[in-house]
């Protein structure tokens, strides 16, 4: 069963930045999409960054001019940069992707454990 296993997050000072990894626990076939979610207590998820197999990025208001999304293919391997952080950024951090496990396998969604980020000096 494939999972996808998150990196990066922890405790950062407000102007800060992290970056968070996301890939999957074992060799996929190839990726769709990804992105990352992220939901603080009391909240409901709401959408970081997404990122399709051609490029486009998508990425929600409150992250625009401060996040990137990345992907290095040939490690499926997708990277959330987080630069010029705020106290409102802290949440639980989900990695999400739609993949193929496997050549001939159907498209399949696919969610990390999450990762908190704290942004409190």
């Known amino acids: 069963q494939v999972q996808l296993v998150e990196s990066g997050g922890g405790l950062v000072q407000p102007g800060g930045s992290l970056r968070l990894s996301c890939a999957p626990s074992?060799?996929?076939?190839?990726?769709?999409?990804t992105g990352w979610y992220r939901q603080a207590p009391g909240k409901q998820r709401e959408l970081v960054a997404s990122?399709?197999?051609?490029?486009?990025?998508n990425y929600g208001d409150s992250v625009k001019g401060r996040f990137t999304i990345s992907t290095d293919h040939a490690k499926n391997t997708v990277y959330l940069q987080m630069n010029s952080l705020k106290p409102e950024d802290t949440a639980v951090y989900y990695c999400?992707?739609?993949?193929?496990?496997?050549?001939?396998?159907?498209?399949?969604?696919?969610w990390g454990q999450g990762t908190q980020v704290t942004v409190s000096s």
């Open positions: 074992e060799t996929i076939f190839s990726i769709y999409y």
């Open positions: 990122i399709t197999t051609g490029g486009s990025t």
């Open positions: 999400t992707a739609a993949l193929y496990p496997a050549f001939g396998a159907s498209l399949h969604t696919y």
